[in-house]
C-alpha cells in the first residue's frame, strides 16, 4: 500500500524503540581507497552499531560482496541482512518511520537522488534501500514525491519540524517547489504542523562533498519547546557565523506551543581543521535509543562537556560515545549512518 490512508506522525527521537538500522560500508567513496581507511571506516561503524546493541537491537543492511568482511566486524549480536549498496548513510536512503492513526508503524519512502544529485555520489541502488527496510520490517510503505534525506529533518513528536532552506528547496532536489509544497508534503508524510526553517547548515556540510546543509548537525529537538543548537565559539571558523545565524532564527522564531524556544547551545570541538580544511564536527549528530545517547566524540577538551549536555537534555539515558573523526572524514556522523524504528503505540 503506497498511500497513506489515515493520518500519520512522527513521533519524537525519544519515544520508545524496536529497532535501529543501519548499512555495512561497501567499495566506494565512503568505504576509501587503502586498507588502513577501509578498516577505519569498517570499524567505526561497526563500534557504533555494538554500541547501540547495548540497548536495543540493530539490524545492518549488507551488500552481497562485503557480506564475509561484515562477518567479521560484526558480532553475532547483530541482525543482518543482505542488499545491493552505494553508500552506507541510513538516515538518508532509509525510510523515515512514523506512527499511522492506529498507532501501528508505517514507513515514510522518500526519493533518494545522491543528495541533490551530486556528481560524485551514485544511488541507482541506495535509491531502492528505503523499499527494502520498510519491507523487511513489515510494515506500510509511503511513498513521498519528494526529494527529502531523513537528515534533513528534525521534529519535536508534537508537530513542529526543523528543515533548511539549501536541502528541501536545493534545485537539484526540487526545483519546482515552494515553501509551502514542501510544508504540505511534510503534513501528510510525518503530521507537520509547525515548520522552522533554518537558512542553511554547516559549512563544510554545504561543500562538494557535503549534504548541502543537513539540520542533523546543525539542531535537534531533545523535548517539545527545547532546541539544542551547535555554537561554534572561534570566530577564525567560518560556523562562527553560521551558528549565529541559526540561533538568531530561533530566537526569532516560537515553538510549538507559540513560547519561545529553550536554547541550549553546544559548543563545537576546539578542533578547528583537518587534512581537508575547516571541520563540521558536531556533537548534534547524536542518536536517542531507549535508555541511552550514542554521541560522537573527537579526542577533544569539548568531548565530557558536550557528554554532560547531552545527559542534561536526556534525563536517565545513559551516554556512550563513539570517536566519529573517521565518519565526519566521509562525510556525516553517528546520527547519519543510523535509522530508528520507534514502537507501535498502544491505543485504547
Not at 555495512?24 to 586498507?35: M, R
Not at 492513526?101 to 515514510?108: K, Q
Not at 568531548?303 to 547531552?310: C, H, N, R, S
Request: glycine share 8%; aromatic share 8%; charged share 20%.
Amino acid at each position: 500500500m503506497n498511500t497513506a490512508a489515515t493520518a500519520l506522525t512522527m513521533p519524537s527521537e525519544t519515544a520508545p524503540q524496536d529497532k535501529v538500522w543501519m548499512a555495512f560500508p561497501c567499495e566506494g567513496y565512503s568505504l576509501g581507497e587503502s586498507e588502513q581507511a577501509k578498516h577505519g571506516a569498517r570499524s567505526t561503524w561497526a563500534a557504533v552499531a555494538h554500541a547501540v546493541a547495548e540497548f536495543e537491537p540493530v539490524t545492518v543492511v549488507v551488500d552481497p560482496a562485503e557480506r564475509d568482511i561484515a562477518a567479521t566486524y560484526l558480532s553475532r549480536d547483530i541482525d543482518v541482512v543482505e542488499a545491493p549498496l552505494n553508500d552506507a548513510w541510513m538516515r538518508d536512503i532509509g525510510p523515515t518511520f512514523v506512527h499511522a492513526e492506529d498507532g501501528s508503524i508505517a514507513a515514510v519512502d522518500w526519493i533518494f537522488n545522491g543528495w541533490g544529485a551530486q556528481d560524485w555520489a551514485q544511488w541507482d541502488k541506495d535509491c531502492k534501500i528505503g523499499e527494502f527496510v520498510a519491507d523487511q520490517a513489515a510494515v506500510q510503505r509511503i511513498t513521498s514525491p519528494i526529494v527529502n534525506e531523513g537528515g534533513g529533518i528534525a521534529v519535536d513528536g508534537a508537530g513542529t519540524v526543523l528543515v533548511t532552506e539549501t536541502v528541501q528547496l536545493d534545485p537539484g532536489r526540487n526545483p519546482t517547489l515552494s515553501k509551502a509544497d514542501i510544508e504540505a508534503e511534510l503534513t501528510r508524510t510525518i503530521g507537520a504542523r509547525h515548520v522552522i526553517w533554518l537558512p542553511r547548515g554547516l559549512t563544510r556540510d554545504s561543500m562538494r562533498f557535503g549534504t548541502r546543509g543537513h539540520v542533523d548537525i546543525v539542531a535537534a529537538i531533545p523535548s517539545p519547546g527545547t532546541v539544542l543548537v551547535h555554537l561554534q565559539r572561534d570566530a577564525s571558523h567560518p560556523d562562527y557565523e553560521v551558528s549565529a545565524l541559526i540561533i538568531d532564527t530561533f530566537r526569532a522564531s516560537h515553538n510549538g506551543s507559540g513560547g519561545d524556544w529553550n536554547i541550549v547551545e553546544v559548543p563545537a570541538p576546539q578542533t578547528l581543521r583537518d587534512d581537508d580544511g575547516f571541520v563540521d564536527y558536531s556533537y548534534i549528530n547524536h542518536l536517542v535509543v531507549n535508555g541511552g545517547v550514542i554521541a560522537c566524540s573527537y579526542g577533544d577538551p569539548m568531548d565530557e562537556e558536550a557528554a554532560a549536555i547531552l545527559r542534561d537534555a536526556y534525563p536517565g539515558r545513559k551516554v556512550v560515545t563513539v570517536d566519529a573523526r573517521p565518519l565526519f572524514e566521509r562525510g556525516g556522523g553517528i546520527h547519519c549512518i543510523t535509522q530508528h524504528q520507534p514502537s507501535a503505540l498502544k491505543l485504547g
